[in-house]
């Protein structure tokens, strides 16, 4: 049952953090800081802990109720 919760945290933790990336962030970010498609860049670092802090928002959030 955890591992299930876990999956679902996980899901809604990297949708919601590329949305807020992708649609809120990356249009104000310097050029630097924005992903390009199919390459690795300091673009998909940024974007990677935007969908860590909405992880750690919902772990904090589900362990709390």
């Known amino acids: 049952m955890k591992s299930?919760?876990?999956?679902?945290q996980s899901?809604?933790?990297v949708l919601a953090g590329n949305?807020?990336?992708?649609?809120l962030l990356m249009p104000h970010l310097p050029?630097?800081?924005?992903h390009q498609?199919?390459?690795l860049d300091r673009g998909l670092l940024?974007?990677?802990w935007?969908?860590?802090l909405v992880f750690a928002?919902?772990?904090l959030f589900w362990r709390k109720r």
Do not use: T
């Not at 050029?31 to 924005?34: Q, T």
């Open 4 to 8: 299930r919760r876990l999956f679902w």
């Open 11 to 13: 899901l809604v933790a």
């Open 19 to 23: 949305g807020i990336y992708f649609l």
């Open 31 to 34: 050029a630097a800081a924005r």
């Open 37 to 39: 498609p199919f390459r």
């Open 46 to 48: 940024v974007d990677f």
């Open 50 to 52: 935007v969908c860590l």
């Open 57 to 59: 928002v919902l772990r």
